[in-house]
C-alpha cells in the first residue's frame, strides 16, 4: 500500500484479537478506528460506537467516519459470536443457528456494504473466519458457529468479485485457536499470533490477493 496514513476499522475491537489488530496497526503507523458495542472500553485506537446487528447504530457509525476522515483504507469483520460448545448438530436449535448467523455472516455483509463507499480503489476487507468453518477439514464441536464461518467463507468469494469491478480486495483468514475469551485459556495461540495474518492482509499481502483464505499469510483449504 502506499505510504500515506491509512484508515482502518475493525469491529469487535474492545477486546481479544480486534484489540490487538488495532494495536499493532498502531504501531505500524496507520490509524485504528477501534468499533465496538461499548467504546468506552477501547484501550487502542479511536473508539466508535457500532452495534453490529443495529441498522441505526451502523448508519451512524458510517456517518461519523465519513464526518471524521472521509475514507477508509481497510475494514475488519471482527465480532462475532459462539452460542454452541459441544453440541450436536442434531441437537441444534433453530434460534440459535439464525442468532449465530445475524452476527457472524448477515452483519459482516451488513458492514461491507454500509462502509464500500468511502473504500477507495485499493481498500482491503478482511473477514475474520476460523478453520471450523473449512470444508476441507471440518470440525463439528459447534455446529452453528461452523456453519456460518463456512457462510463468511462463500460471502467473501462473492465480496471479493463485486471487489474487482472497484479495485476492492476481500480476503478471509482464520487466526487460529486463540487464547481469547471466546477460545478460552487452553487454546494454542496468542492474541498477537492470531492478529498477525490479518494485519499482513491488511498492509504486506500483495494487491491482487483476493478472495483468498489464509492463515499466518500462508493459503489455507476451503
Same mark, same amino acid.
Given at each position: 500500500?502506499?505510504?500515506?496514513?491509512?484508515?482502518?476499522?475493525?469491529?469487535?475491537?474492545?477486546?481479544?484479537?480486534?484489540?490487538?489488530?488495532?494495536?499493532?496497526?498502531?504501531?505500524?503507523?496507520?490509524?485504528?478506528?477501534?468499533?465496538?458495542?461499548?467504546?468506552? $472500553?477501547?484501550?487502542?485506537?479511536?473508539?466508535?460506537?457500532?452495534?453490529?446487528?443495529?441498522?441505526?447504530? =451502523?448508519?451512524?457509525?458510517?456517518?461519523? %467516519?465519513?464526518?471524521?476522515? *472521509?475514507?477508509?483504507? /481497510?475494514?475488519?469483520?471482527? !465480532?462475532?459470536?459462539?452460542?454452541?460448545?459441544?453440541?450436536?448438530?442434531?441437537?441444534?436449535?433453530?434460534?440459535?443457528?439464525?442468532?449465530?448467523?445475524?452476527?457472524? =455472516?448477515?452483519?459482516?455483509?451488513? %458492514?461491507?456494504?454500509?462502509?464500500?463507499?468511502?473504500?477507495?480503489? /485499493? *481498500?482491503?476487507?478482511?473477514?475474520?473466519?476460523?478453520?471450523? *468453518?473449512?470444508?476441507?477439514?471440518?470440525?463439528?464441536?459447534?455446529?452453528?458457529?461452523?456453519?456460518? $464461518?463456512?457462510? =463468511?467463507?462463500?460471502?467473501?468469494?462473492?465480496? !471479493?468479485?463485486?471487489?474487482?469491478?472497484?479495485?476492492?480486495?476481500?480476503?478471509? %483468514?482464520?487466526?487460529?485457536?486463540?487464547?481469547?475469551?471466546?477460545?478460552?485459556?487452553?487454546?494454542?495461540?496468542?492474541?498477537?499470533? /492470531?492478529?498477525?495474518?490479518?494485519?499482513?492482509?491488511?498492509?504486506?499481502?500483495?494487491?491482487?490477493?483476493? *478472495?483468498?483464505?489464509?492463515?499466518?499469510?500462508?493459503?489455507?483449504?476451503?
Amino acid at each position: 500500500m502506499n505510504e500515506r496514513r491509512g484508515v482502518f476499522l475493525v469491529t469487535g475491537a474492545n477486546r481479544g484479537i480486534g484489540q490487538e489488530v488495532c494495536r499493532r496497526l498502531i504501531a505500524r503507523g496507520q490509524l485504528a478506528v477501534a468499533a465496538a458495542r461499548a467504546p468506552e $472500553k477501547v484501550r487502542h485506537g479511536e473508539p466508535l460506537a457500532l452495534d453490529v446487528l443495529d441498522a441505526e447504530s =451502523l448508519a451512524a457509525a458510517v456517518a461519523e %467516519v465519513r464526518a471524521r476522515h *472521509g475514507r477508509l483504507d /481497510g475494514l475488519v469483520n471482527n !465480532a462475532a459470536i459462539v452460542l454452541d460448545r459441544g453440541e450436536p448438530v442434531l441437537g441444534l436449535e433453530a434460534e440459535t443457528l439464525r442468532a449465530t448467523l445475524e452476527t457472524n =455472516l448477515v452483519a459482516p455483509l451488513r %458492514v461491507a456494504q454500509a462502509f464500500w463507499p468511502l473504500l477507495a480503489s /485499493g *481498500g482491503r476487507i478482511v473477514n475474520v473466519s476460523s478453520m471450523s *468453518g473449512q470444508l476441507a477439514l471440518a470440525e463439528v464441536w459447534a455446529p452453528a458457529y461452523g456453519i456460518s $464461518k463456512t457462510a =463468511l467463507n462463500a460471502l467473501t468469494v462473492q465480496l !471479493a468479485a463485486a471487489g474487482a469491478r472497484d479495485g476492492i480486495v476481500v480476503n478471509c %483468514v482464520c487466526p487460529g485457536w486463540v487464547r481469547t475469551d471466546m477460545g478460552g485459556a487452553q487454546a494454542p495461540r496468542s492474541v498477537g499470533e /492470531g492478529a498477525r495474518g490479518i494485519v499482513w492482509l491488511l498492509l504486506d499481502a500483495p494487491a491482487a490477493l483476493t *478472495g483468498s483464505f489464509t492463515r499466518d499469510g500462508q493459503p489455507l483449504p476451503w
